[in-house]
């Protein structure tokens, strides 16, 4: 019996060193994280873009007038490494994408940009809104707010709705474990209050159903306090900066007030920003810490009653939140609420403005209560000219398209298509060489012309059958003229005469009046014609007599060379 054979082992498995290399590129790959930054011209977007990578601002271009201006794209980006607070290790890679307006040409590019099922975990968004036009403020909201939500909703994919979901409980969990900074050591307190987690306040996070974290930020803070008038060329908020007073403070803290109001709805922070570096320093430490916002407690591990050891966040933020000074604004997401808001200012209705925003986002046939922004319009009226509107997004007309077009206006103008010129050669300057037009030396005109050179000598009876008339007419187009020049050429007289060229004409341009010896008018394609076929005509001869036997009777070859003689 024979043994059996053991079997092949296995092949090693192919691009071993290709998996090995994936395996550690991926273990030590950084994450990057988006910030997305929304809002209307001259708002102040570059600076914060600057601060949040810490770069020193972008170069701007100084102005006739003095003033600086810088350029907007359509989609402006730039990137910064994150590092720890040793300074050692890339903790990720941050970049900001920077949107210059509103209008759909551009907020339309973004989703190729950053598409939500990647990125909705990874992005953070920055709502811009500028203090030297807050009449715009509600209006501008509701316009970037209303594009974050239809963003985030992606394809609307069962993938997409699970990502946001998460998205959403991770949010929600930030928002409900918020605690205040504070610097004395937190009391030993009870295990199961500490695990017990309290429902959200009423108005808070009732919009945002993707959970994407938002911060809005209100630039150039220093000018509400400003007393003179604006530099010329900026928008001023008339008697709100022109100085203090009761209906000043009443008007400002209105505003605050409604804006805590929006961005409670949306679980959304608010700051104020100032052009000095401390204050955007703060906003960029807020910026980081919603980024490494770790994720929500798994709801499994919480329904077992276990108990979860929270995620350390990498960067903590330890400001306190600040509702007093007008220039340094911090409310941070998780901390706001009715009660708090109304403190501010007595008299203020947050229910009242809540259904108010309501009713601007779902409106409804034959309501007759105002919505938020015509009564934000009533509290804080237009006073100032809007800034220009961008110039239209550049979308060019495709290739083909473009030649078509042209191509059918080309042909049906013929005055405008460069070959028109050659298919009318009659047109045609005398004095121009090039190609000439087909109709010019077509078959019926070639006939003709040799008919006519043919019967030109014997006459137009002349019988073409008979020998004789033949060489009748072949020493018709050989007849020489007193200088001993073919007919055909004496046909052009003395216009093409080397010694006789006029300074403005070329030696091989014809003269426009020259005609046949004839006098029958022929044109000058004609004439040349009739002289280069008069030439082939003299050269297919001269090698007929060189090449036929001599004739007996004495006529041939003597005939010739009598005619030579003379």
Known sequence: MQESRPSTP??????????????????????????????QPSSGKSALASALLQKPPAEQHPQADGQSQSTD?????????????????????????????SAAAYTSLLPHFLPPRTSLLHTIVVIVLDWTRP??????????????ETWSKGDGSREMEIIREESRERLQSHLQHYTEPSSDPLPASNTTLSNTLLPLGPGTFTHNSAGVPIIVACTKADLIDEGN???????AMGSMVKGKGGEWEERTD??????RTICLKYGAALFYTTPLPANLQVLRQYALHLLFMPPAPSPAMAAAGETQAPVRNLFPFTQKPNTLDRDRIVVPAGWDSWGKISVLRDGFDAKMWGEAWERD????????????????????PDQG????????????????????????ENAKKTDRDPRGAFRNPQDVSAGIVGPLGSSSFSLPNVERALSEMETGAGGAAANLGDPAARRLAAGGRVATSGAGRPAGLSALGTATSP??????????????????????????????????????????RAGASRTSPVKTNGTGAGAEEGGSSS
């Open 10 to 39: 296995e092949a090693p498995p192919q691009d071993l060193w290709s998996s090995i290399l994936d395996s550690v590129s991926s273990s030590r790959s950084i994450p990057s994280k988006q910030v997305l930054l929304l809002g």
């Open 73 to 101: 794209f359509a989609i402006g980006y730039d990137f910064a490494d994150v590092r720890d607070e040793a300074d050692e290790d890339t903790l990720a890679r941050l970049s900001v994408y920077t949107v210059p307006s």
């Open 229 to 235: 008038d604006m530099a010329p060329g900026a928008t």
């Open 135 to 148: 009449w715009t403020f509600v209006e501008e909201l509701e316009t970037w707010l209303t594009w974050i």
């Open 254 to 259: 209105g505003i605050m007030q409604i804006l």
């Open 385 to 408: 000219p809007k800034p220009p509107p961008l110039p239209p997004f550049n979308n060019p007309m495709p290739e083909q398209a473009f030649l078509a077009k042209n191509y059918d």
């Open 361 to 380: 986002l779902n409106p409804e046939e034959g309501q007759t209560e105002a919505g938020a922004k015509k009564a934000y319009a009533n509290l804080v």
């Open 499 to 540: 010694t006789n060229l006029t300074p403005g004409r070329s030696p091989v341009s014809p003269n426009p009046s020259a005609t046949s010896p004839g006098g029958t008018g022929q044109s000058q394609h004609e004439v040349l014609q009739n002289f280069f076929q008069s030439l082939l005509s003299t050269k297919d």
